[in-house]
């Protein structure tokens, strides 16, 4: 099984990423509880796309691509924009109170909670984020 989606950097484009992944689910028959947490870490890894790849009004076009190999489904998020390397962000300090926290961090920390393994590379202009969950 591989499936593929390509999305604009616009917010309205989440609810159509958010079908893919329930058609995902069926397919795969998966139950709920682990449908609900890749959900949640897919839109969040989109989401970030959608609101840092790419200077303010310029648009840009972007793939979900997902395969099932062995027991592991595989997602592979791509984008044109600005090169960003999201798993060597530093993680954010929880131990300070959410008002002295700086902005960010917490989404890929998410991201990698839920996920089995999670990697970055830049190729042919391309930021591609790997998220691989065993099921």
Do not use: C, W
Not at 1 to 26: H, L, P, Y
């Amino acid at each position: 099984m591989k499936k593929e989606i390509i999305f604009q950097n616009k917010m309205e484009e989440v609810t159509r990423i958010a079908a893919f992944i329930d058609e995902i689910g069926e397919e795969l028959e998966l139950d709920f509880s682990l449908l609900t947490s890749i959900q949640l870490a897919i839109e969040e890894a989109v989401v970030n796309v959608i609101e840092y790849a790419y200077p303010d009004n310029v648009e840009g076009q972007n793939s979900l691509s997902v395969q099932k190999k062995g027991n592991t489904i595989i997602f592979v998020l791509s984008d044109s924009g600005t090169p960003f390397d999201p798993t060597a962000a530093a993680a954010p300090d929880l131990s300070l109170p959410a008002e002295d926290r700086p902005i960010g961090g917490l989404g890929i920390m998410l991201v990698k909670k839920i996920m089995n393994e999670v990697t970055y590379q830049r190729i042919d202009g391309k930021n591609e984020l790997t998220m691989k969950k065993n099921i």
